[in-house]
């Protein structure tokens, strides 16, 4: 019994040297035909993927500067509306101040020609009141005095009582 145990438990040199050479054998076989390409694969996706990460940040980088240039227009059209607002603003005071100028403008010289027409329709008005009286009177006057009246004196009675008929207010 004792051998039989020893069999078991002893170390055989050739066995150990052979696993040996087939390990390094299969290493070798998986680094050549296995890691090599792997290898090779993880680099080409590292690779991509850092091209990825590049493309993607350099459209970040121009998305940013897009983004600035953006706000920089947006805020330049928002002060060149509000400038454009301002002007329009201004020239609508500007017509409205000439067009209400040009409207009383018109207004006084209607009033202005109104009252000329009439003072004229009264001068003429009075005018007309006095020769109508003036006719009037000196029928009168003839009939009641029977006699013909000096053209002065007519003229005298006639202003007197235009006089009083306008109340001191007729102009002689």
Not at 43 to 59: H, L, M
Not at 65 to 89: C, F, G, V
Request: charged share 35%; net charge negative.
């Amino acid at each position: 019994m004792n051998v039989q145990t020893l069999d078991v438990i002893s170390v055989n040199l050739w066995s150990i040297l052979i696993s040996l050479a087939n390990l390094a054998l299969i290493f070798w076989v998986v680094k050549r035909f296995l890691f090599k390409p792997i290898k090779k694969m993880l680099a080409e996706r590292q690779g991509a993927v850092d091209s990825i990460y590049g493309k993607a940040e350099e459209a970040r980088r121009e998305a940013e500067e897009n983004r600035s240039l953006y706000e920089d227009k947006l805020a330049h059209a928002n002060e060149e509306a509000a400038a454009l607002l301002r002007a329009a603003n201004e020239r609508a005071r500007r017509t409205e101040e000439e067009i209400v100028g040009e409207a009383n403008r018109k207004a006084a010289a209607t009033l202005k020609k109104a009252d000329e027409d009439i003072a004229f329709e009264k001068k003429r008005a009075l005018n007309e009141l006095k020769n109508e009286i003036a006719g009037i009177s000196l029928s009168i006057a003839e009939k009641v005095i029977e006699r013909e009246i000096r053209e002065e004196d007519h003229t005298a009675l006639i202003d007197r009582f235009i006089y009083d008929l306008d109340g001191g207010k007729a102009e002689e």
